[in-house]
């Protein structure tokens, strides 16, 4: 399904009809409510509609995607959080409460564009490759070891020989993840 409209385009029209059943205009099929969770997820702009009324029904029915997601899998929204957004309704912080939720959304996303930014560019694929090379070198050392007719002299012998390779490489990933801590450090101020 092609969800995702062309930057500048319309959002995509969703038509909900008394029967419940959602239509999607842009696809000219019907759709699932995981449809459109997918579609949220792949960053599709839509709108939805009331069939009968023309309505903007768009915000129940995230909150409903997001009601379903919640009784479905694992918890998103703390207790203590989904209380005090209810305290909200009626106060007069409600106002305020979806600019400063969106704020804080958009600088969690831009949070967390920084931080895989940072993590790739210092735990490259060579630093990912070198980690298995290490592991599969540790692993047939000790399988070695507990080979029948190996003796411990072969056995030492890939054992000094993977050790040497290990500390040379385990001080490459120490110098890396120092890297990546200063980045971090760096991204906090």
Do not use: C, W
């Not at 909900?16 to 599709?44: C, E, P, W």
């Not at 919640?70 to 998103?76: D, L, Y």
């Not at 600019?99 to 996303?109: I, T």
């Not at 490759?129 to 056995?155: L, Y």
Request: charged share 25%; proline share 3%; no cysteine.
């Amino acid at each position: 399904m092609s969800a995702k409209p062309v930057k500048g385009d319309e959002p995509i029209i969703i038509k909900k009809y008394a029967n419940r059943r959602l239509y999607n205009t842009h696809s000219s099929s019907y759709i699932t409510l995981d449809d459109l969770a997918q579609m949220t997820r792949n960053g599709a702009d839509f709108q939805v509609l009331d069939a009968k009324t023309g309505a903007d029904i768009t915000h129940s029915i995230l909150t409903q995607i997001i009601m379903e997601e919640e009784a479905n899998g694992e918890h998103m929204l703390p207790v203590s959080f989904l209380r005090e957004l209810i305290a909200m309704y009626g106060n007069s912080m409600q106002a305020v409460m979806p600019s400063y939720l969106e704020a804080s959304m958009d600088n969690f996303r831009a949070n967390q564009t920084k931080l895989q930014e940072a993590f790739q560019s210092s735990m490259g694929t060579d630093a990912l490759s070198k980690m298995a090379e290490t592991n599969m070198a540790m692993f047939q050392a000790a399988a070695s070891a507990f080979m029948p007719g190996a003796t411990v002299g072969e056995a030492d012998d890939a054992k000094a020989e993977s050790e040497g390779d290990s500390d040379g490489e385990l001080d490459t990933l120490k110098a890396q993840m120092a890297a990546m801590q200063a980045k971090l450090d760096k991204l906090g101020d």
